[in-house]
Every structure is written in structure tokens, then in C-alpha cells.
């Protein structure tokens, strides 16, 4: 069993930055990929990006790519999301998952991740 509590959210204006906390603990945390999923009213969730367990290598959505990124510490068992550049079409509640047995052409798929957390508001105002 993992559980995932995210932190960080909240409200920023436009252009600004929001660094994004997801502690996990439970089962091991190295042993899984981590990612971060968004859902904003009226649209579906979607991803956002995902770490590999190595933490070598991250996978980004097109309209996050150059602006977000991705990280994790194992010392501390927590995956951070970096925010910049933050446009009003971010907002939307952020969602951490943790995915025990992807592969590449799943990652982008909630349904294939093992463990959720809660989700944080992030808003940002124009």
C-alpha cells in the first residue's frame, strides 16, 4: 500500500512559479515511477509528466514541456513539480500517482497507475 499527500498548491498570477510536493509512504518508494496528473472542470484528467523509479529520465505533455519539470528524492520519498511560466489554462486541480509497472506507451494513461493522492488546487489568475 502507498499513500501519496500532495502540497504547494494554491493561487498565483500569470507568469508566475509553484513548486508541487508529493510525499509517499508505504511501499517502497524507489520501486515505482512517479508522475503528476491535472484535472481542470468539465475536462478529463490528464498527464502532465511522470519520473522514471531511476529518476534518469522524465516524460513531459507537450504544453507543459520547458515550463515544468519533474523531480524526486529518495532520501526523503517525495516528487516535486516545478511550475514556471504558469499560464491561466494551467489551472486545475494536480493529482500524484504512482505507477508500479508501466511501460512507455502507458504512462499518459491514469487508469494504469496503482496509487493516487488526493490533489491540490493550483489557480492561476490572468
Known amino acids: 500500500q502507498v499513500q501519496l499527500v500532495e502540497s504547494g498548491g494554491g493561487l498565483v498570477q500569470a507568469g508566475g512559479s509553484l513548486r508541487l510536493s508529493c510525499a509517499a509512504s508505504?511501499?517502497?518508494?524507489?520501486?515505482?515511477?512517479m508522475g503528476w496528473f491535472r484535472h481542470a472542470p468539465g475536462e478529463e484528467r490528464k498527464f502532465v509528466a511522470v519520473?522514471?523509479?531511476?529518476?534518469?529520465?522524465?516524460y513531459y505533455a507537450d504544453s507543459v514541456k520547458g515550463r515544468f519539470t519533474i523531480s524526486r528524492d529518495g532520501a526523503k520519498n517525495t516528487v516535486y513539480l516545478q511550475m514556471n511560466s504558469l499560464k491561466p489554462e494551467d489551472t486545475a486541480v494536480y493529482y500524484c500517482?504512482?505507477?508500479?509497472?508501466?511501460?512507455?506507451?502507458?504512462?499518459?494513461?491514469?487508469?494504469?497507475?496503482?496509487?493516487w493522492g488526493q490533489g491540490t488546487q493550483v489557480t492561476v489568475s490572468s
Open positions: 500517482a504512482a505507477g508500479f509497472s508501466l511501460i512507455l506507451s502507458s504512462i499518459r494513461t491514469p487508469s494504469q497507475y496503482d496509487h
Open positions: 519520473i522514471r523509479r531511476s529518476g534518469d529520465h522524465a
Open positions: 508505504g511501499r517502497t518508494f524507489n520501486s515505482g515511477a
